[in-house]
């Protein structure tokens, strides 16, 4: 399948249906440190849905940070850069590897959606200057599941696994993708070679 078509029939709906769910969140949870944050016991002790902000990275590295809403803006265009080059040189041979560049992209794209939009829907912040309300920019999260014996790995944690959204899922995919296409590309280079 090209990429064009992947685009279409596969980036373009998961990055729908991230933006739905973070939005459904966000009019129907409160900011979690209001008096009112809340979360939906899906199945009790096991999955729930709840309004996490991250400004960070992955398991929230960089929250609360004055430089975190900065570099996390400029990550994702770097990433971007760098996908149109190994694009262009043929790294992104194999099937299953155009398909991680197809779920790489959603992700990237949803959560750098919310992190341009999500600092101007903040009600306190609807005062602020254009830049505070761009590095009030966040990720929306909202997947909270518990795993067994990740207490063991992460006492602190209860078990809970750092929450995240379809964007993320779609980046954690994609890497899987890109390193089991990559062995296949270094294989097939092996056998050809001989």
Partial sequence: MTLPRLLLFLSLPLYILDQITKGWTVANFATPWSADAHQWEIIPDVFHWIRVHNQGVAFG??????????????????????IRIFWKKGA??????????ALLLCGIFGN?????????LLEEMKEGSFWERLSSGYVVDFISVKLPFYDKIV??????????????????IAAVFLFIGGLKEEKAKLKSSK
């Fill in 112 to 120: 750098l959606t919310d992190r341009l939009v999500q600092g101007f």
């Fill in 61 to 82: 590295l960089g929250n609360g940070t004055t430089w975190a809403p900065i570099v996390f803006l400029a990550v994702p265009v770097i990433a971007l850069v760098m």
């Fill in 155 to 172: 006492p602190a944690s209860g078990g809970w696994w750092p929450t995240f959204n379809i964007a993320d899922s779609c980046i954690c």
């Fill in 92 to 101: 992104f041979a194999q099937p299953l590897s155009k398909v991680a560049v």
